[in-house]
């Protein structure tokens, strides 16, 4: 077994370091090494979207990215979404609306909508839907997550940050 | 146009509003702690070896290579567990269990019983090298025929899976052949044969339903310190502490007093988080290492080595006379159990004519071992594919004698008075008021739209109708409420929160002291700190603990008075309290709200703290009918669902939001078990599709907005009137939406999943 590599990064606005091994991937780098629990690991192959984070602008499930790809990248977890001040809307759109059963699959739905407004401040439902597909959640049947989305899409036009 | 709808009859100040549910910040930011998150020093990684084999004998198993590996601390098989006789202990949910199988589910010791059976564990300094060490444990099989269906296993000259597994009949008696069918039983009401015969129309068919996985997104996952004193902790995700701490004690041979469980949050259940599989395991490998070991499962694991829930054969027979009035009913139940008896035929058979008032009815069920995992419980156990048979013998039943089937729900539906098979006299229930609200729904009235032309003439359109029973269940509830200087009150409560409870149980409490739901802090805490509390099961948690919490409040409440009669140096009987306000009931000059009495208690006499432990009967048996609109394209046979609309009897509800929830996400779950979910195996027994790609779930892609309709009929068991949610809405959707198909394109489907490929066969089949 080959030895640790170092990996610079940047998560959530921090320059942050690590060693991790060439087989361990993000989520297991984020996780297990930086304590950053809030992405979750539903199936470890990139199908679930419970472990989505933002790198350098697009949405990745980190299951399927190596720690060390993570070099010179920017990263946003779901720790990063709140400010200082606050939750950030797609959080008190998701708490207002009920989205969110047991929780599990909440931190990677909100990071992935994050990519999505950011890019696109108006989606359509379908649109929502569209973006979505790769989050999976068992427990609310999607309704109030995509009620969520488009009541978030709505506060942030009307007062933007 | 989509909406939610609530018909209350009662409103409170508390109970029936939306407040933002406590856990939810920390779920919104990452902060809250779920199973897998839990990290302590020295934490050894823990990995499981399972059987490649469908059914075989173990003959040895060498792990000296596995030891050898650096980073490998300890190597564990059933070995290290005791030797469990054939004892049975009375589990909850999953009623009588035997012991050793439990055991043996947790790690083989004579032979594996199903592809991904644990043989051996592994713990070491990370998951990577416990992986690396699985494939240095040497264990020699001797393969034996396997049997994975219902119909097969029942046959005499089946392979036998268990030596000591003997038909049990209804009367207790016990058969003296070996047999893969564990247990078989008849429940009769009336003459059923009498009732046929005076039958003018009857209908009798056949199914076939798969098994299917409930699919929680988070994996099984267990973390263990084995303490220098023989004390154990354990983190877990689980439905219920209480319940994994008795069975791994039961499991491990000693006291429940050695084990705390701690709950952490759990990512989903529906049934499947009641079996310890991981638990023990960690507890001896730490036991061997002296340090804390976790283990969580891969998605294959969860898949292929927990329980899903049964597939099954049934028939329905029901006979109506010319007025539409159902005069017999028959049903044929075989369920799969998996790889130990205890299949939930049994309830399946309590809730397959539980929608109807039958006069006469015979069931007759039988619980099959076969070589898949053992099943567990999934939402409303045993009662989908019931209805399934049943709710699409009725449709037929009604284009044969040219009824509405909403028509013939309201003349045969279940009454008060009445009786199901099995079950005792229903008191007030809402099945006739769930059915009228479904016929003056406006989804019902609206005819359906054209197709959209642009995929030529190939899609058809087509609307079905469905109803559904559920038992629902209470069990013990402990809760303490202390109250705070700066007048909240903490809640300390024992059920594991999966979907919003925390506040659903707040909100009863707060009602009582007539406080704010968030002047209350709920707390799941861990085996330890209170009173047994039962499983997060049954769609009983806002029934049963939350009567804990309605008495506990009602404590507090007392001591309240009596403190307050203290400080005024009155009778407490002179002391009246309403909407948070102790008062003196002709002096209004003594006044106090709940806050300013709560600053005062420590000066006055010291704190006050309610407590309550129940286990209240009464619960109140759910009543649910769905509407949806289907889009059949006969060129792919693939299935759309265009408009759903799920109406249901909860009694009351305490927070509408997670109602709606609860119905919404039970209504997708279904929708998924009609369409497309089911486990495929190939003829080795192994599943091929044990990923989430594969097994196929549905996504935000596949669906509309799911409507709802909350229909409230107070159940007059409980102080708010809550009949229990959660599992009642997975019930209909399989059989409403093959009567949507028939409706779209005149063909029965008897077997699920109603997959693109059967759609097509049976189009074919039709000269399509
Ligand atoms: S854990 Fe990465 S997609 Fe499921
Ligand atoms: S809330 Fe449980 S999986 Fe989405």
């Given at each position: 077994m080959p030895g640790k590599v170092?990996?610079?990064?940047?998560?959530?606005?921090?320059?942050?370091?690590?060693l991790c091994e060439p087989r361990q991937s993000l989520l297991e780098v984020?996780r297990d090494v930086?304590?950053?629990?809030?992405?979750?690991e539903?199936c470890n192959d990139?199908?679930?979207?419970?472990?989505?984070?933002?790198?350098?602008?697009?949405?990745?499930?980190?299951c399927c990215?190596l720690g060390v790809?993570?070099?010179?990248?920017?990263?946003?977890?779901?720790?990063?979404?709140?400010?200082?001040?606050?939750?950030?809307?797609?959080?008190?759109?998701?708490?207002?609306?009920?989205?969110?059963?047991?929780?599990?699959?909440?931190?990677?739905?909100?990071?992935?909508?994050?990519?999505?407004?950011?890019?696109?401040?108006?989606?359509?439902?379908?649109?929502?839907?569209?973006?979505?597909?790769?989050?999976?959640?068992?427990?609310?049947?999607?309704?109030?997550?995509?009620?969520?989305?488009?009541?978030?899409?709505?506060?942030?036009?009307?007062?933007?940050? | 146009?989509?909406?939610?709808?609530?018909?209350?009859?009662?409103?409170?100040?508390?109970?029936?509003?939306?407040?933002?549910?406590?856990?939810?910040?920390?779920?919104?930011?990452?902060?809250?702690?779920?199973?897998a998150?839990?990290n302590?020093?020295g934490l050894l990684h823990g990995k499981v070896l399972r059987s490649p084999h469908?059914?075989?004998?173990?003959?040895s198993i060498d792990v000296s290579r596995a030891l050898a590996l650096p980073g490998v601390r300890a190597v564990v098989t059933?070995?290290d567990?005791?030797?469990?006789?054939?004892?049975?202990?009375?589990?909850?949910?999953?009623?009588?269990?035997?012991?050793?199988?439990?055991?043996?589910?947790?790690l083989a010791?004579?032979?594996?019983?199903?592809k991904g059976h644990a043989v051996a564990a592994v713990a070491a300094t990370s998951p990577h090298i416990a992986d690396e060490a699985l494939a240095l444990i040497d264990v020699e099989y001797?393969?034996?025929?396997?049997?994975?269906?219902?119909?097969?296993?029942?046959?005499?000259?089946?392979?036998?899976?268990?030596?000591?597994?003997?038909?049990?009949?209804?009367?207790?008696?016990?058969?003296?052949?070996?047999?893969?069918?564990?247990?078989?039983?008849?429940?009769?009401?009336?003459?059923?044969?009498?009732?046929?015969?005076?039958?003018?129309?009857?209908?009798?068919?056949?199914?076939?339903?798969?098994?299917?996985?409930?699919?929680?997104?988070?994996p099984h996952n267990a973390t263990?310190?084995?303490?220098?004193?023989?004390?154990?902790?354990?983190?877990?995700?689980?439905?219920?502490?209480?319940?994994?701490?008795?069975?791994?004690?039961?499991?491990?041979?000693?006291?429940?007093?050695?084990?705390?469980?701690?709950?952490?949050?759990?990512?989903?259940?529906?049934?499947?988080?009641?079996?310890?599989?991981l638990?023990?395991i960690a507890?001896i490998l730490s036991?061997k290492t002296?340090r804390p070991v976790k283990l969580t499962m891969g998605r294959a694991e969860v898949?292929e080595a927990?329980?899903?829930?049964?597939?099954?054969?049934?028939?329905?027979?029901?006979?109506?006379?010319?007025?539409?009035?159902?005069?017999?009913?028959?049903?044929?139940?075989?369920?799969?159990?998996?790889?130990?008896?205890?299949?939930?035929?049994?309830?399946?058979?309590?809730?397959?004519?539980?929608?109807?008032?039958?006069?006469?009815?015979?069931?007759?069920?039988?619980?099959?071992?076969?070589?898949?995992?053992?099943?567990?419980?999934?939402?409303?156990?045993?009662?989908?594919?019931?209805?399934?048979?049943?709710?699409?013998?009725?449709?037929?039943?009604?284009?044969?004698?040219?009824?509405?089937?909403?028509?013939?729900?309201?003349?045969?539906?279940?009454?008060?008075?009445?009786?199901?098979?099995?079950?005792?006299?229903?008191?007030?229930?809402?099945?006739?008021?769930?059915?009228?609200?479904?016929?003056?729904?406006?989804?019902?009235?609206?005819?359906?739209?054209?197709?959209?032309?642009?995929?030529?003439?190939?899609?058809?359109?087509?609307?079905?109708?469905?109803?559904?029973?559920?038992?629902?269940?209470?069990?013990?509830?402990?809760?303490?409420?202390?109250?705070?200087?700066?007048?909240?009150?903490?809640?300390?409560?024992?059920?594991?929160?999966?979907?919003?409870?925390?506040?659903?149980?707040?909100?009863?409490?707060?009602?009582?002291?007539?406080?704010?739901?968030?002047?209350?802090?709920?707390?799941?805490?861990?085996?330890?700190?209170?009173?047994?509390?039962?499983?997060?099961?049954?769609?009983?948690?806002?029934?049963?603990?939350?009567?804990?919490?309605?008495?506990?409040?009602?404590?507090?409440?007392?001591?309240?008075?009596?403190?307050?009669?203290?400080?005024?140096?009155?009778?407490?009987?002179?002391?009246?309290?309403?909407?948070?306000?102790?008062?003196?009931?002709?002096?209004?000059?003594?006044?106090?709200?709940?806050?300013?009495?709560?600053?005062?208690?420590?000066?006055?006499?010291?704190?006050?703290?309610?407590?309550?432990?129940?286990?209240?009967?009464?619960?109140?048996?759910?009543?649910?009918?769905?509407?949806?609109?289907?889009?059949?394209?006969?060129?792919?046979?693939?299935?759309?669902?265009?408009?759903?609309?799920?109406?249901?009897?909860?009694?009351?509800?305490?927070?509408?939001?997670?109602?709606?929830?609860?119905?919404?996400?039970?209504?997708?779950?279904?929708?998924?078990?009609?369409?497309?979910?089911?486990?495929?195996?190939?003829?080795?027994?192994?599943?091929?599709?044990s990923s989430?790609?594969?097994?196929?779930?549905?996504?935000?892609?596949?669906?509309?907005?799911?409507?709802?309709?909350?229909?409230?009929?107070?159940?007059?068991?409980?102080?708010?009137?809550?009949?229990?949610?959660?599992?009642?809405?997975?019930?209909?959707?399989?059989?409403?939406?093959?009567?949507?198909?028939?409706?779209?394109?005149?063909?029965?489907?008897?077997?699920?999943?109603?997959?693109?490929?059967?759609?097509?066969?049976?189009?074919?089949?039709?000269?399509?």
């Amino acid at each position: 077994m080959p030895g640790k590599v170092h990996v610079q990064s940047n998560i959530n606005g921090e320059d942050t370091d690590f060693l991790c091994e060439p087989r361990q991937s993000l989520l297991e780098v984020l996780r297990d090494v930086l304590s950053l629990t809030g992405t979750k690991e539903g199936c470890n192959d990139g199908n679930c979207g419970a472990c989505t984070v933002i790198m350098d602008g697009r949405i990745v499930d980190s299951c399927c990215v190596l720690g060390v790809e993570a070099q010179g990248k920017q990263l946003t977890t779901i720790e990063g979404i709140a400010s200082a001040d606050g939750l950030h809307p797609i959080q008190q759109a998701f708490l207002e609306n009920a989205s969110l059963q047991c929780g599990i699959c909440t931190p990677g739905f909100i990071v992935a909508v994050k990519a999505l407004l950011d890019r696109e401040p108006k989606p359509t439902e379908q649109r929502v839907r569209h973006w979505l597909a790769g989050n999976l959640c068992r427990c609310t049947g999607y309704d109030k997550i995509v009620r969520a989305v488009l009541d978030a899409s709505e506060k942030i036009q009307a007062s933007p940050r | 146009m989509a909406s939610n709808i609530v018909l209350s009859t009662q409103e409170y100040n508390v109970v029936g509003t939306r407040p933002i549910r406590h856990d939810g910040t920390d779920k919104v930011t990452g902060r809250a702690q779920f199973g897998a998150d839990i990290n302590l020093p020295g934490l050894l990684h823990g990995k499981v070896l399972r059987s490649p084999h469908a059914h075989a004998r173990i003959l040895s198993i060498d792990v000296s290579r596995a030891l050898a590996l650096p980073g490998v601390r300890a190597v564990v098989t059933s070995a290290d567990l005791p030797r469990l006789s054939g004892q049975v202990a009375d589990l909850e949910e999953a009623a009588m269990v035997t012991l050793k199988y439990r055991s043996d589910n947790c790690l083989a010791s004579d032979k594996v019983l199903y592809k991904g059976h644990a043989v051996a564990a592994v713990a070491a300094t990370s998951p990577h090298i416990a992986d690396e060490a699985l494939a240095l444990i040497d264990v020699e099989y001797e393969v034996l025929p396997p049997v994975f269906n219902v119909l097969d296993a029942m046959k005499e000259d089946a392979p036998i899976l268990h030596e000591d597994v003997f038909t049990t009949d209804m009367s207790g008696e016990i058969a003296n052949v070996a047999s893969n069918i564990a247990s078989h039983f008849i429940t009769e009401i009336g003459d059923v044969e009498a009732g046929f015969a005076e039958a003018d129309v009857i209908v009798e068919r056949e199914y076939e339903t798969g098994m299917v996985h409930q699919g929680y997104i988070e994996p099984h996952n267990a973390t263990a310190l084995w303490h220098a004193d023989d004390n154990i902790t354990i983190w877990c995700s689980s439905q219920g502490q209480f319940n994994i701490r008795d069975q791994s004690a039961q499991i491990l041979g000693i006291p429940v007093s050695k084990i705390k469980v701690i709950p952490m949050e759990i990512g989903g259940g529906f049934g499947g988080k009641n079996t310890p599989y991981l638990e023990p395991i960690a507890a001896i490998l730490s036991r061997k290492t002296g340090r804390p070991v976790k283990l969580t499962m891969g998605r294959a694991e969860v898949f292929e080595a927990t329980g899903p829930t049964s597939g099954g054969y049934l028939r329905v027979k029901i006979g109506v006379n010319k007025e539409g009035r159902i005069t017999a009913a028959g049903a044929y139940l075989a369920y799969e159990a998996g790889a130990y008896p205890g299949s939930m035929v049994n309830i399946g058979a309590m809730c397959i004519f539980g929608p109807f008032d039958v006069p006469n009815a015979r069931v007759e069920g039988y619980d099959v071992v076969v070589n898949k995992p053992k099943t567990a419980p999934y939402r409303a156990p045993g009662a989908p594919a019931a209805a399934f048979a049943t709710e699409t013998v009725v449709d037929e039943i009604c284009e044969k004698i040219g009824m509405d089937p909403l028509e013939f729900r309201l003349l045969n539906g279940a009454r008060e008075g009445g009786q199901r098979i099995g079950g005792p006299r229903y008191l007030r229930i809402g099945c006739l008021e769930t059915v009228r609200a479904a016929k003056e729904h406006e989804h019902y009235s609206t005819p359906l739209e054209k197709p959209i032309s642009s995929n030529g003439s190939s899609r058809r359109r087509g609307r079905g109708v469905a109803g559904g029973f559920w038992i629902t269940a209470s069990g013990q509830a402990s809760a303490v409420a202390g109250v705070n200087p700066d007048g909240t009150v903490s809640l300390i409560e024992g059920s594991p929160d999966i979907g919003g409870s925390r506040a659903v149980l707040a909100m009863q409490l707060a009602e009582v002291l007539g406080i704010a739901a968030e002047d209350v802090r709920p707390m799941v805490v861990d085996t330890d700190s209170v009173g047994y509390t039962s499983t997060t099961t049954g769609s009983g948690v806002a029934f049963k603990t939350g009567w804990a919490c309605y008495e506990a409040a009602q404590d507090v409440k007392r001591q309240m008075i009596k403190r307050a009669a203290r400080i005024w140096d009155v009778p407490a009987d002179d002391v009246a309290y309403s909407d948070g306000v102790l008062s003196h009931r002709s002096d209004p000059e003594l006044r106090l709200t709940f806050k300013e009495m709560a600053a005062r208690l420590n000066s006055t006499g010291g704190p006050i703290a309610g407590r309550a432990t129940v286990n209240p009967s009464g619960v109140g048996g759910a009543f649910a009918v769905h509407l949806v609109d289907v889009e059949v394209d006969t060129e792919t046979g693939k299935v759309d669902i265009l408009r759903f609309t799920a109406l249901q009897d909860v009694g009351k509800a305490i927070h509408p939001s997670y109602v709606e929830g609860q119905i919404q996400g039970g209504v997708v779950q279904g929708i998924g078990w009609a369409l497309n979910e089911e486990y495929f195996y190939n003829d080795r027994g192994e599943m091929v599709n044990s990923s989430f790609l594969d097994y196929r779930m549905p996504t935000s892609l596949d669906l509309p907005m799911i409507d709802t309709v909350i229909v409230e009929v107070a159940n007059p068991g409980h102080p708010y009137g809550v009949r229990g949610v959660g599992e009642m809405p997975i019930v209909p959707p399989m059989a409403a939406i093959s009567n949507a198909i028939y409706d779209a394109v005149g063909i029965r489907l008897r077997t699920l999943p109603m997959s693109p490929g059967k759609v097509l066969e049976a189009l074919w089949e039709k000269g399509c």
